[in-house]
């Protein structure tokens, strides 16, 4: 049986007629008839009940014709996965995404991708910039989001826009409240940092921007992962971010005055990126400089 037999067969069935069928498949009606006949001693049974005004389906051609419809479906898709890989309509992409200092506008670019390419697979991984900037290198992800000066020569981009940093402060801080923090008020303040070695990248920025705002902090250690925030939640310790959804739990994020924002942008390795990428970094660019959301207390 191949699928040109059941395309005849379901022509003839719509058509109730081998003689439209022979029109509408640009068959000779007698070749036509002679592989309905061959189907119909594969498969066992008759499938159609001919007659002087044409044809009509038999109870297990009725049967027969819904699941040859069903798979000439799965054939015309399977035919059309080479297209739809060409075309960025399926596939997948690794992203990776960098703890500490987040773009706030990644949730509306996943949003925003979802809808338009429902059929690629997204798999995001959250991390250490060192350890994500090593394994978009040896080809673990193909791209990630992070802060712009964290990419290199040979990496490709998308800048996606500048975020302010924001001061994090648990409930019973003393900085915790609502409105702009004078960056005087961060004078002799515990921050924390990573401390990690593929942190670095994070813990410099923190170092500069408080270099910048002219302030001397005590910069410590926090504990791996989400321990990271707990001396914060515990009132004893200021954090940056970039991204105000870390302040949960009663936290404040406050905005700093002088502002100082960090430019985002999306990095990939391959100089002609794969098609499913291609449709994330056009969805990117389309979404470049599109505000993130803000929580109430950040001014």
Do not use: C, K
């Amino acid at each position: 049986m191949e699928l040109r037999h059941l395309r005849y067969f379901v022509a003839i069935a719509e058509e109730r007629s081998f003689t439209r069928a022979s029109e509408r498949l640009w068959v000779a009606q007698p070749g036509l008839s002679t592989q309905i006949r061959r189907l119909e001693s594969e498969v066992g049974v008759r499938l159609f009940e001919r007659h002087s005004r044409g044809v009509d389906l038999t109870d297990a051609g009725e049967l027969f014709l819904e699941r040859a419809r069903t798979a000439l479906a799965a054939a015309d898709a399977a035919r059309a996965t080479g297209h739809d890989l060409e075309e960025g309509l399926v596939g997948s992409v690794r992203l990776g995404i960098v703890t500490g200092a987040g773009w706030p506008g990644t949730s509306a670019l996943f949003g925003h991708f979802g809808a338009e390419r429902p059929a690629v697979e997204l798999t995001v991984m959250e991390s250490y910039a060192g350890t994500l900037l090593r394994d978009l290198r040896d080809g673990r992800l193909d791209a990630m989001i992070a802060p712009s000066e964290f990419g290199s020569a040979e990496l490709r981009r998308v800048r996606l826009g500048r975020e302010p940093w924001l001061v994090v402060a648990g409930p019973s801080h003393p900085l915790a409240g609502n409105g702009p923090i004078a960056a005087a008020e961060l004078e002799g303040q515990r921050f924390v940092v990573t401390g990690h070695r593929d942190g670095a990248g994070y813990d410099r920025l923190v170092a500069d921007t408080l270099g910048a705002l002219g302030v001397t902090a005590a910069l410590e250690r926090g504990g791996p992962g989400p321990a990271m925030l707990a001396a914060v939640a515990a009132g004893d310790a200021l954090v940056l971010t970039t991204a105000p959804e870390v302040a949960i739990g009663g936290a404040a994020a406050r905005s700093i005055q002088p502002i100082r924002r960090v430019e985002f942008a999306l990095l990939w390795r391959d100089e002609t990126a794969a098609p499913a990428l291609d449709e994330l970094i056009r969805s990117a660019e389309a979404r470049a400089g599109a505000p993130g959301p803000r929580l109430a207390a950040v001014a």
